[in-house]
């Protein structure tokens, strides 16, 4: 079955320093999705793509956390510097895009940043 | 601005019994609802989605969710409850005109033997 790979599956770091996860979405999709999962926040939505253009990063805190697409196959999402409260896990999701079109997540990033 | 609300943290029933989770949504314009379930360390999974035409949508594991566009509610259903139905839910609405989809808060279903 075809699915959303994410990685690595854990982080811990210390605070300061640069966190980079990966994913990679669905061949064939051409919407991604970062969205960040705390108990406090819920399911919160950073930033997305559609082929592989940014849309929407207004959920993201722009001076320290980035996305980006370097091909189709690749999606990134950079910390840097890494706080304590970015602690959550973070989870990428693809789809084909339209109103109608269910999204595929991934199994998360679980980051604990000490 | 779009947004959806489940009222309910948690949820417990019975195996066997039927059981409800709830969801309201506000939106302007024409509302696609959606309802993901999340069971533990996974990723969400979809299991029904709302766009037009009959109120009552059929999904996956046997759930069903009930539009009702007078209350705005897209309230999630199923017959019999079974303990493998134990999980967090999440109602949610895609933004109109985008991609973009805004989850709810998420429910806690427990189903007890």
């Known amino acids: 079955d075809a699915r959303v790979t994410q990685t690595p599956r854990h982080k811990v770091t210390e605070m300061g320093q640069e966190v980079t996860m990966r994913c990679q979405p669905i061949?064939?999709?051409?919407?991604v999705f970062w969205y960040r999962q705390t108990m406090m926040q819920g399911l919160e939505l950073l930033a997305y793509f559609r082929n592989r253009a940014p849309l929407d990063d207004s959920g993201m805190p722009k001076d320290r956390f980035s996305a980006e697409m370097p091909d189709a196959t690749l999606a990134t999402l950079k910390i840097q510097p890494s706080e304590p409260r970015d602690s959550a896990v973070y989870f990428c999701?693809?789809?084909?895009?339209?109103?109608?079109?269910?999204?595929?997540f991934g199994s998360g990033t679980q980051l604990s940043v000490l | 601005a779009q947004s959806v609300a489940q009222p309910e943290d948690q949820v417990n029933v019975a195996e066997g019994n039927p059981l409800t989770v709830k969801c309201t949504y506000s939106v302007s314009g024409n509302p696609y609802l959606f309802w993901y379930v999340q069971y533990p360390n996974r990723g969400l999974q979809f299991l029904l989605k709302?766009?037009?035409?009959?109120?009552l949508v059929k999904g996956s594991y046997g759930f069903e969710a009930e539009f009702n566009k007078s209350q705005t509610s897209f309230h999630l259903k199923k017959p019999s409850a079974l303990v493998s139905d134990s999980a967090l839910y999440f109602c949610?609405?895609?933004?109109?005109?985008?991609?973009?989809?805004?989850f709810g808060t998420g429910t806690r279903l427990q189903v007890f033997p």
């Open positions: 061949l064939g999709h051409n919407t």
């Open positions: 709302y766009i037009t035409g009959d109120n």
């Open positions: 949610a609405v895609r933004v109109g005109g985008t991609d973009k989809l805004i």
């Open positions: 999701a693809s789809g084909l895009g339209g109103i109608g079109e269910k999204l595929f």
